[in-house]
């Protein structure tokens, strides 16, 4: 009879082991979102890279229309190619820390948490990049999570609006009326330039070839996360 109730309570410990301290960070960023309300701006960043293949591509184009964004690396991809790193910085980008490896915080005790941040930011910081920003991959956060952001005194960045650009399913066409349909000033966009389905980041590129021209003729300018 006990073997339900010890396995309810296992669960509802794992649970709030994640779920708790990542629903705050999430309800924090949503109240703040008045004090991002900017006429005609924009904040596009890109999650997941950086990308041999799909990374270049998707600097060419930034370049082609000025836009500076804010890329938020894997650091163990950053180390494998430090040439995106120092061309992102050297076009204006800025760059956030976006984990060592990618894992979900959920299934990360508190011991993996605390290296995954140790060797991540060391990395960074070994490819010449000392940002304060962090997003926590798919925005979860545990509580030793909270701990390191405390403790190496970075700030947490969520977004504002997705288009599902990872998916396998979704067309470059979708991608751009997503972002057309959700966007509002002030917003942070997350995008992606690494990982996803075969092809979701090339999907993506073209879908910015579609929607960056009508970004520009409604008015809007880019800005990255520190500006």
Not at 30 to 50: C, E, K
């Amino acid at each position: 009879m006990l073997i339900p109730w010890i396995l309810l309570g296992a669960a509802v410990a794992a649970g709030s082991y994640a779920y708790l301290p990542s629903a705050w960070r999430k309800a924090r960023h949503w109240m703040q979102r008045a004090d991002r309300l900017q006429p005609n701006v924009l904040y596009l960043t890109f999650d997941d890279g950086p990308d041999p293949e799909s990374t270049p591509i998707l600097l060419d184009l930034l370049a082609k229309y000025q836009v500076q964004a804010t890329f938020f690396v894997v650091a163990n991809s950053a180390q494998k190619y430090p040439e995106l790193i120092h061309r992102m910085q050297a076009e204006g980008h800025h760059i956030g820390f976006h984990s060592n490896a990618h894992h979900s915080a959920y299934l990360m005790p508190p011991t993996k948490t605390k290296r995954d941040f140790q060797e991540g930011l060391s990395a960074l910081r070994s490819a010449g990049v000392s940002s304060k920003l962090f997003r926590p991959p798919w925005g979860v956060v545990n509580w030793e999570s909270l701990r390191q952001i405390r403790n190496n005194k970075l700030q947490t960045v969520l977004w504002d609006i997705m288009a599902q650009d990872w998916q396998a399913n979704i067309s470059a066409e979708e991608i751009a009326r997503r972002l057309d349909a959700r966007t509002w000033p002030g917003a942070v966009i997350c995008l992606h330039d690494g990982r996803g389905a075969p092809g979701a980041t090339l999907r993506t590129i073209q879908a910015l070839h579609i929607q960056l021209p009508r970004w520009r003729e409604a008015g809007f300018i880019f800005l990255t996360l520190e500006e």
